[in-house]
């Protein structure tokens, strides 16, 4: 069961980490000088925001879940 659970929670730290850095941040930075301010999401709509953040929330949750599973085992 413990390695089940590592497993499961390297696979869910990796989709956590991906799914985080599809998302724009709340400013442009350094992108905007240069008036490059297009992301991935811009050109997607905002049905891809919306998805994205309810799935940062659900993978962040069965991430807590994992962890806190793996804890108990021990």
Excluded at 26 to 54: C, E, F, H, I, R
Excluded at 56 to 74: E, P, Q, R
Aim: charged share 15%.
């Amino acid at each position: 069961m413990e390695i089940v659970l590592s497993v499961l929670v390297a696979i869910l730290s990796i989709a956590l980490i991906a799914v985080v850095l599809m998302q724009d941040g709340k400013d442009q930075g350094l992108g905007a000088l240069a008036g490059n301010t297009d992301s991935y999401l811009n050109k997607t709509g905002k049905d891809g925001k919306s998805l994205l953040v309810s799935s940062t929330k659900w993978i962040a949750l069965a991430w807590l879940l994992a962890v806190l599973g793996m804890s108990f085992i021990h």
